[in-house]
């Protein structure tokens, strides 16, 4: 889970990430929309990878970039479970018999 903070302590991977909610992206198609040299482009692209938040794939010359949604789920689970209210405590029984 390191990872997954890491990479979305960058605004930019942030960006990136909402713009393939839309849906997948060749690595062309988002390079056009960051003011970046390719290869810094290259290392946010590897840092989304590291953390498992995307998921690539070659089609001809093209990499293709895409959500993987599993991680954001297992992500909102481990929150929720590290911000969940602790469960009640016990009240003792005033039963004395």
Same mark, same amino acid.
């Given at each position: =889970?390191?990872?997954?903070?890491?990479?979305?302590?960058? *605004? %930019?991977?942030?960006?990136?990430?909402?713009?393939?909610?839309?849906?997948? =992206? /060749?690595?062309?198609?988002?390079?056009?929309?960051? *003011?970046? +040299?390719? @290869? %810094?482009? @290259?290392?946010?692209?590897?840092?989304?990878?590291? $953390?498992?938040?995307? $998921?690539?794939? &070659?089609?001809? /010359? @093209?990499?293709?970039?895409?959500?993987? /949604? +599993?991680?954001?789920?297992?992500?909102?689970?481990?929150?929720?479970?590290?911000?969940? $209210?602790? *469960? $009640?405590?016990? &009240? *003792?029984? &005033?039963? &004395? /018999?």
């Amino acid at each position: =889970m390191n990872e997954v903070f890491r990479a979305l302590a960058d *605004p %930019t991977r942030r960006e990136i990430l909402r713009v393939l909610r839309g849906g997948e =992206m /060749t690595a062309g198609e988002l390079a056009d929309l960051f *003011p970046l +040299t390719k @290869s %810094t482009l @290259s290392r946010h692209f590897a840092v989304l990878r590291e $953390a498992d938040l995307v $998921a690539s794939e &070659k089609r001809g /010359t @093209s990499v293709v970039y895409r959500l993987n /949604t +599993t991680v954001f789920q297992e992500v909102s689970a481990g929150l929720f479970e590290l911000f969940a $209210a602790p *469960p $009640a405590k016990e &009240k *003792p029984s &005033k039963d &004395k /018999t």
